[in-house]
């Protein structure tokens, strides 16, 4: 009979600051839906400024490790992109980097050893967690997420160094196949590979009316690799044909006064809005609005806000990039070649130009989510089967 897991130490460097926090939403599911298979949760990540050290989220303990003092020089986790975009975009975020992993190696060493599993998200957190092992003494399991993979080949010491991470973990959980087929490329046997998506919240997510307006909707980080400037180069095409088009742009990050300026350079400022930071309740009510949901990724491993759009009724038009083919098939949308401006428009145009074609895709596309994606309390129990599995391992 397998081991019972009853406490998961959950290692990651994204998670909410506070309450209605855009990053790391899917962290804290994860959290409450093992919290409600009884699984009791401890979750450890950096500090950011003007959040607390220590405190119960929903009956969930979070540490936050400190890592520089004061305070407002834990600057890391301070805009969208993740930590290789933050790595290249500054030499203070460089020179922070070292005391920021220490700490999270030492809170590992501090807070896990009373844990059955330590479940590590991202390959830093892994590196973490296998330091700190020799204290510890439990089994990690590691989920990818992306670009924590798909850009360790480009950059040689990360890719020894993640390598080196993936041999030490017990099982690696990857959100989509793509990812896991990258992830074994890496030297990880097969035997230990999993592939779980992230999961969705099908009650927030709902499908509003059938009839939408001519809006078009892009979600996530303004970073390059989230492919915005290319939507907005896209979007002379779309107007030409469609002058009643607009697009909302969601989200916040390190490129939006140049994503605002390329705008006003195309003469596209009174047709877009740059919305910034919603919580995930404002989220599902643009979704519901929206005629399509746009999605230009460089670089993608499963997209997750393209569930939450397909949930909500919304047909897609994403990059053929990853695990998005694995979402987005001809049923419920369109995918294009990434950075190929033309392409992207020309999909648009063809799903805004043919009604019954659009009707179709929303009827089929909340279907499509439930038949093929996952509940937080489904991935829950996955996961807890897969912590069984490697508690029995020993």
Not at 310 to 324: D, E, F, K, Q, Y
Request: hydrophobic share 50%; charged share 20%.
């Amino acid at each position: 009979m397998r081991d019972v897991v009853v406490k998961v130490c959950l290692v990651t460097t994204a998670f909410p600051r506070w309450p209605d926090d855009s990053r790391g939403p899917s962290m804290l599911e994860t959290a409450r839906a093992l919290r409600d298979l009884g699984v009791q949760v401890r979750v450890l990540t950096p500090h950011a400024p003007g959040s607390r050290v220590r405190e119960e989220v929903e009956g969930i303990e979070v540490i936050r490790a400190r890592y520089l003092w004061p305070e407002r020089w834990e600057i890391l986790l301070e805009e969208g992109g993740g930590l290789p975009a933050i790595w290249r975009r500054s030499r203070r975020a460089r020179l922070a980097f070292l005391p920021f992993f220490g700490a999270l190696t030492v809170a590992v060493m501090r807070h896990a050893r009373d844990c059955d599993v330590i479940h590590a998200h991202w390959t830093l957190s892994a590196m973490a967690a296998w330091l700190a092992q020799g204290v510890h003494r439990r089994p990690i399991v590691l989920t990818v997420h992306g670009s924590d993979v798909f850009q360790a080949p480009r950059l040689p010491l990360v890719g020894g160094l993640t390598r080196a991470t993936l041999r030490r973990c017990r099982r690696v959980i990857a959100v989509s196949a793509a990812l896991a087929e990258a992830t074994v490329a890496l030297g990880l046997p097969p035997e230990r590979m999993e592939v779980l998506p992230d999961g969705i919240d099908v009650d927030r997510f709902t499908p509003g009316p059938a009839a939408r307006e001519p809006l078009l909707l892009f979600v996530g980080s303004l970073i390059e690799r989230k492919g915005a400037q290319h939507l907005l180069d896209a979007l002379p095409d779309i107007a030409a044909r469609f002058p009643e088009v607009r697009l909302a742009i969601v989200g916040d990050g390190p490129q939006r006064s140049a994503l605002e300026q390329q705008a006003r350079a195309l003469g596209l400022a009174d047709r877009v809005e740059f919305v910034g930071f919603q919580s995930q309740a404002q989220i599902a009510v643009w979704m519901r609005r929206a005629r399509l949901f746009v999605l230009p990724s460089l670089e993608e491993a499963l997209g997750i806000v393209l569930l939450e759009a397909l949930a909500s009724g919304t047909p897609c038009v994403a990059s053929r990039v990853g695990g998005i083919p694995e979402v987005v098939t001809p049923e419920v949308g369109r995918v294009v070649p990434p950075a190929d401006p033309a392409s992207l428009s020309q999909a648009i145009v063809s799903v805004l130009a043919d009604p019954q074609a659009w009707a179709a895709m929303h009827q089929r596309a909340r279907p499509h989510v439930l038949a093929n994606c996952y509940t937080w309390r489904k991935v829950a129990l996955r996961l807890q089967a897969i912590y069984a599995a490697v508690r029995e391992a020993g």
